[in-house]
C-alpha cells in the first residue's frame, strides 16, 4: 500500500514517492539550501555550496570565523558566527586554541611561565648581606624586590613532561 500525500500548490492527491504532481506538475523534492560565502580578509566570494560543503571547508578553516555567508535568494550577509554553522565555527576555534598549547615533541599540555628576574633576587640577597652593616642594604633589598615581583617578567610555555619551551 503507497502512502499518499496533497500537492501543496494544487492540492491534488500524489503518491510519496513521485517527482512531479500529477495535477500541476510541480516538482515535488524539498530543494536543499544552497550557501555564498564572503571572505572578509579578501573579499572573495565562493558558491554556490551545499551544507555539507560548508561544514567540510569550516572544518579545513578555508572559512574562518571573520566570514559572512548568505542562503541562495538572500538579499543579505549574515555572519558565520550568527548562522547554524556558529557552533560548528567556535568548536573549530576552540581545537586551534587547544593545539596552540599542546606540546609539539610529545603531545601534553603546555604550562604558562614567568621567568623573574635575576638580577632582582641577587640584588635581594645582597641587601639582606648588607643591611647590618651599611644603610644602603635596605635601598638594595627594596630595589631587587621590586625587580623580581614587582615587573611581570618573560612569559613562556613549558611541557612539564618532556622540559620543552618556547623561547
Known amino acids: 500500500m503507497a502512502h499518499v500525500s496533497s500537492c501543496s500548490k494544487c492540492g ?5 514517492h513521485a517527482l512531479f504532481c500529477v495535477g500541476c506538475g510541480q516538482s515535488l523534492q524539498i530543494a536543499k539550501p544552497e550557501y555564498y560565502v564572503l571572505q572578509s580578509v579578501n573579499g572573495e566570494v565562493w558558491g554556490p555550496m551545499g551544507e555539507s560543503a560548508v561544514k567540510e571547508w ?7 570565523s571573520s566570514a559572512s555567508i548568505a542562503m ?12 547554524q554553522f556558529s557552533q560548528l565555527v ?5 581545537v586551534e586554541r587547544v593545539a596552540a598549547s599542546t606540546c609539539p615533541r610529545c ?6 611561565l614567568a621567568k623573574s628576574s635575576q638580577l632582582g633576587l641577587w640584588l635581594i640577597i ?4 648588607l643591611t647590618p652593616v651599611f644603610c644602603i642594604g635596605t ?3 627594596v630595589w631587587g624586590m621590586i625587580l623580581r615581583h614587582g615587573t611581570r617578567g618573560q ?5 612539564p613532561r618532556c622540559k620543552y619551551s618556547t623561547p
Open 12 to 16: 491534488a492527491e500524489t503518491e510519496d
Open 126 to 129: 645582597i641587601g639582606v648581606v
Open 107 to 112: 603531545g601534553a599540555g603546555m604550562v604558562a
Open 90 to 94: 567556535v568548536d573549530q576555534m576552540n
Open 58 to 64: 569550516i572544518t579545513q578553516k578555508r572559512i574562518t
Open 72 to 83: 541562495t535568494g538572500d538579499a543579505a550577509w549574515v555572519s558565520i558566527l550568527q548562522s
Open 139 to 141: 635601598f638594595l633589598w
Open 155 to 159: 612569559t613562556y610555555l613549558q611541557c
